[in-house]
């Protein structure tokens, strides 16, 4: 099992919906949470942290789920250009440093 | 202010070669990481650098090796270059190595190997 897993995709999202995404991890030693998007062949760039309590960004609500060892993205009003790939990012004791695979969002007029 | 700068944008080695990857973090960080990302997958990690000291190490093989010099700028090093070596190689600066900290991103180095 992979030590952190995200549904590949693509969603693919009516322009003005909402779409949510998860990402699971192994290590329960995890303790800082973040979001990244990446544009086809950039690097990626931050999204959001995720807190303990969730937090919001705009049209963007991040989520924390310990007990099932899971994050989760929602993305609202879905604009054209939030097409990307999101990547969660997980730091662990120990400096692990791990990314997951990536979840590609489609947004279609 | 400048970002996270790397260079080479892109290189092409041939098998067997070695490859030297720079990184200049943001100006007032002091930790720097490196990621290795084949076409289609999430970034792996590497390395992280805090201080001029290795803080974390990812499950690569010794060929890969790094350095963080006394302006918290970096060097990857990978020897006896293969073809499974062919990637994106990602650097990331954070103002320093906690776990809350959040990392940005320079934009790759596209290494091809032939």
């Known amino acids: 099992r992979k030590e952190v897993e995200q549904d590949p995709g693509p969603f693919n999202v009516p322009e003005g919906a909402t779409v949510a995404f998860n990402c699971t991890y192994s290590?329960?030693?995890?303790?800082?949470f973040f979001w990244y998007r990446q544009d086809c062949r950039k690097e990626p760039k931050l999204l959001m942290s995720?807190?303990?309590s969730g937090n919001e960004d705009g049209r963007f609500t991040a989520q924390l789920n310990r007990a099932s060892q899971y994050i989760s993205l929602l993305i609202r009003d879905s604009k054209l250009s939030d097409s990307a790939t999101y990547l969660c990012?997980?730091?662990?004791?120990?400096?692990?440093?791990?990314f997951g695979g990536g979840t590609r969002v489609l947004v279609k007029p | 202010d400048a970002g996270v700068t790397q260079s080479p944008t892109h290189l092409i080695k041939t098998r067997g070669q070695q490859v030297t990857l720079r990184c200049s973090p943001i100006?007032?960080?002091?930790?720097v990481s490196w990621y290795q990302q084949v076409l289609g997958q999430g970034p792996q990690f590497i390395f992280q650098?805090?201080?001029?000291?290795?803080?974390g190490r990812g499950n690569f093989p010794d060929r890969f090796s790094a350095r963080q010099f006394p302006n918290y700028s970096s060097e990857l090093n990978v020897n006896a270059l293969l073809l499974g070596d062919s990637a994106l190689y990602l650097c990331?600066?954070?103002?320093?190595?906690?776990?809350?900290?959040?990392?940005?991103f320079g934009q790759g180095t596209r290494l091809t190997v032939v």
């Open positions: 990331a600066s954070s103002l320093v190595a906690a776990l809350d900290t959040e990392a940005f």
């Open positions: 290590n329960s030693a995890s303790q800082s």
């Open positions: 995720v807190y303990s």
């Open positions: 990012y997980l730091k662990a004791a120990g400096n692990k440093l791990t």
């Open positions: 100006s007032g960080h002091k930790s």
């Open positions: 650098y805090y201080e001029k000291e290795e803080r």
